[in-house]
């Protein structure tokens, strides 16, 4: 078996091992921005009309 076949089998394992290192690192902050963002629409959403401001503004009828 020649040498570089080895070393090209070896190298393969590595990238496989890395790739898979480097997508976590990728979806980890997407997971947790996406959990945020969510949580945030739903109280913007969901949560804020239920209470409303105790006072409004008036606005001037011209």
């Known amino acids: 078996m020649p040498l570089?076949?080895?070393y090209?089998?070896?190298m393969d394992?590595?990238?496989a091992n890395?790739?898979?290192w480097w997508i976590a690192v990728i979806l980890t902050p997407a997971?947790?921005?996406t959990v945020l963002a969510i949580l945030g629409g739903y109280l913007f959403k969901v949560v804020?009309?239920?209470y409303p401001p105790?006072?409004?503004k008036q606005t001037?009828?011209?």
């Open 54 to 56: 105790r006072y409004k």
């Open 4 to 6: 570089f076949r080895v």
């Open 13 to 15: 394992i590595l990238a």
């Open 18 to 20: 890395e790739w898979h």
């Open 60 to 62: 001037p009828d011209i």
């Open 48 to 50: 804020r009309p239920k």
């Open 8 to 10: 090209d089998q070896n």
């Open 31 to 33: 997971t947790i921005l």
